[in-house]
């Protein structure tokens, strides 16, 4: 269903021959919630760019709120091995037509988060959302930005910091309720998927599981409804939708999951023992 490839993960470093001035400035602004550093000590990688965050006269009828989030938000740019090449604002990084000129593929994270009795809470998708509106999915899927504190790659913290965020801004749950050191990184897997024509994913993504029992307050802006399922409430769902009911859309990378992971890795939940299942080492291409 999928082939593996093994690879390193070396400590984030950014190296270029060519003075910053040499780069786009919207690809390399400073980092977020870091000190400002001087072109002089600053050492990019590279890879080529067009510099420029495309748009059209279609975006004027993007919801503001996810408007905003498409052109401030600065996704980390990888390639296959899931080293750093780069960033670029998450608008450009999801249209298809730059995914498939460029090759652009970001770092992502989806979060799996159970309660007590081992339910899984799903969300379905507000239908404001730029790609995969109203679909539904699992707890939490969005992206690490190209800023210091979700940019660190020891024990995968930058992803871990990331998904704590999300889980606040898309779903209420405040930060004492997931810390971040209870994010259990089970695997990654690299996968492409057209959403409307325009826009698609191409995404490292993370997955990331954790057991909590937590207060929800959705986000209207993110999240049109949530709901835990048990196991066999989610294989029910699953035929829905194989079925073609409307009602039931599931997300490109949760159905990826689901297929090739999310049953086996289910069991380990409930005997305690998701550490067995976890293989950081290997990127599944799917």
Request: overall charge negative; proline content about 5%.
């Given at each position: 269903?999928?082939?593996?490839?093994?690879?390193?993960?070396?400590?984030?470093?950014?190296?270029?021959?060519?003075?910053?001035?040499?780069?786009?400035?919207?690809?390399?602004?400073?980092?977020?919630?870091?000190?400002?550093?001087?072109?002089?000590?600053?050492?990019?990688?590279?890879?080529?760019?067009?510099?420029?965050?495309?748009?059209?006269?279609?975006?004027?009828?993007?919801?503001?709120?996810?408007?905003?989030?498409?052109?401030?938000?600065?996704?980390?740019?990888?390639?296959?091995?899931?080293?750093?090449?780069?960033?670029?604002?998450?608008?450009?990084?999801?249209?298809?037509?730059?995914?498939?000129?460029?090759?652009?593929?970001?770092?992502?994270?989806?979060?799996?988060?159970?309660?007590?009795?081992?339910?899984?809470?799903?969300?379905?998708?507000?239908?404001?959302?730029?790609?995969?509106?109203?679909?539904?999915?699992?707890?939490?899927?969005?992206?690490?930005?190209?800023?210091?504190?979700?940019?660190?790659?020891?024990?995968?913290?930058?992803?871990?910091?990331?998904?704590?965020?999300?889980?606040?801004?898309?779903?209420?749950?405040?930060?004492?309720?997931?810390?971040?050191?209870?994010?259990?990184?089970?695997?990654?897997?690299?996968?492409?998927?057209?959403?409307?024509?325009?826009?698609?994913?191409?995404?490292?993504?993370?997955?990331?599981?954790?057991?909590?029992?937590?207060?929800?307050?959705?986000?209207?802006?993110?999240?049109?409804?949530?709901?835990?399922?048990?196991?066999?409430e989610l294989k029910?769902?699953?035929?829905?939708?194989?079925?073609?009911?409307?009602?039931?859309k599931l997300s490109?990378?949760?159905?990826?999951?689901?297929?090739?992971?999310?049953?086996?890795?289910?069991?380990?939940?409930?005997?305690?023992?998701?550490?067995?299942?976890?293989?950081?080492?290997?990127?599944?291409?799917?």
């Amino acid at each position: 269903m999928s082939s593996a490839l093994p690879i390193s993960f070396p400590s984030f470093q950014l190296r270029s021959s060519l003075p910053l001035s040499s780069y786009p400035s919207s690809r390399f602004a400073p980092l977020r919630n870091s000190p400002i550093r001087s072109p002089a000590r600053t050492h990019l990688s590279f890879r080529a760019f067009s510099g420029v965050t495309m748009t059209d006269s279609n975006d004027a009828g993007m919801d503001a709120v996810q408007r905003r989030l498409m052109f401030e938000d600065e996704c980390i740019l990888v390639d296959e091995n899931d080293r750093v090449v780069g960033h670029d604002t998450k608008y450009n990084c999801h249209l298809m037509e730059k995914i498939e000129a460029e090759n652009l593929l970001h770092r992502a994270f989806s979060v799996f988060l159970f309660n007590s009795k081992y339910e899984l809470l799903l969300q379905q998708r507000s239908k404001t959302k730029v790609t995969f509106p109203l679909v539904w999915t699992n707890t939490c899927c969005s992206h690490p930005l190209y800023r210091e504190s979700e940019l660190i790659q020891d024990n995968f913290l930058g992803v871990r910091n990331a998904a704590q965020r999300k889980l606040l801004d898309e779903l209420g749950i405040v930060a004492e309720d997931v810390p971040v050191d209870e994010f259990t990184p089970l695997g990654r897997m690299l996968y492409k998927a057209p959403s409307d024509g325009k826009w698609g994913e191409h995404e490292l993504d993370y997955l990331l599981f954790i057991v909590r029992d937590v207060k929800v307050q959705p986000n209207p802006d993110e999240v049109a409804e949530i709901k835990y399922v048990s196991k066999e409430e989610l294989k029910e769902l699953v035929k829905k939708a194989d079925a073609g009911d409307e009602a039931v859309k599931l997300s490109p990378w949760f159905r990826l999951v689901v297929d090739n992971f999310l049953m086996k890795w289910w069991d380990h939940v409930e005997k305690g023992t998701l550490l067995e299942a976890a293989d950081m080492k290997t990127i599944h291409k799917l």
